[in-house]
């Protein structure tokens, strides 16, 4: 299995700004994805994270809005741009390893004002 | 037609039942399939992976049911700790990137 650290663990923003949201993989893997789960609802595929290479992003879901770095294969970050009280939600990094299992960080719940 | 569907529940059963969650998904190219547990407010747990051939994992079972498009979870021996949400998961477009079902609420009582 796979550890995974996610910082911040929460936040609460104004709209209007932006969050990065860090995450970190204990052990290298080739796949990282990010997640989001609004209240009451079940996790929403925003992007894959490619390592060296642009983003692959979900139906609804623009660069623009959840710029993503993956500078290696251990670590990727998600901003949250010009946020507004939609944005509210919980942003999950997760890893797939060789196992063909995939494996989520705690979460980082964001809360916009 | 949603991805991958879930009878929300909630499930009330007591300790010692068993229960059993059914989930469908719709794109039958879809290859690789899971359970997944997420108690309140922390992130999904695998469970387990789902084989074609079913699979069990203690009081757990996972069944597969290509032709019908359904992946099947049984808990036997019901216990306090079971109770959480039970997502299913199907592989999207034949990547590595998972389609989530909305989940299955189980509270377990004594």
């Known amino acids: 299995s796979a550890v995974i650290s996610q910082k911040p663990s929460r936040d609460i923003c104004q709209r209007g700004t932006s969050l990065t949201i860090q995450c970190q993989v204990d052990s290298q893997v080739t796949m990282m994805f990010w997640y989001r789960q609004q209240p009451g609802q079940s996790l929403t595929l925003i992007a894959t994270?490619?390592?060296?290479?642009?983003?692959?992003?979900e139906s609804g879901f623009v660069i623009d809005k959840f710029p993503i770095s993956r500078p290696n294969l251990t670590f990727s970050t998600l901003t949250v741009s010009n946020m507004s009280p939609e944005d509210s939600s919980i942003y999950l990094c997760?890893?797939?390893?060789?196992?063909?299992?995939?494996?989520f960080g705690p979460g980082t719940r964001l809360t916009v004002l | 037609r949603k991805e991958v569907e879930q009878d929300p529940g909630p499930f009330n059963v007591p300790e010692g039942a068993t229960v059993a969650f059914n989930c469908t998904y719709s794109n039958s190219a879809s290859q690789s399939f899971f359970w997944y547990r997420q108690d309140c407010r922390k992130e999904p747990k695998l469970l387990m992976s789902?084989?074609?051939s079913g699979n069990e994992d203690g009081r757990f079972t996972a069944q597969l049911n290509r032709a019908s498009q359904y992946i099947s979870l049984l808990i036997r021996d019901s216990k306090l700790s079971d109770s959480a949400t039970y997502l299913c998961?199907?592989?999207?477009?034949?990547?590595?990137?998972?389609?989530f079902g909305k989940g299955t609420s189980l509270l377990v009582t004594p």
């Open positions: 997760s890893a797939w390893t060789g196992a063909n299992e995939q494996f």
């Open positions: 998961a199907v592989n999207a477009n034949s990547g590595y990137a998972l389609n």
């Open positions: 994270a490619n390592q060296g290479s642009e983003a692959t992003y």
């Open positions: 789902v084989y074609s």
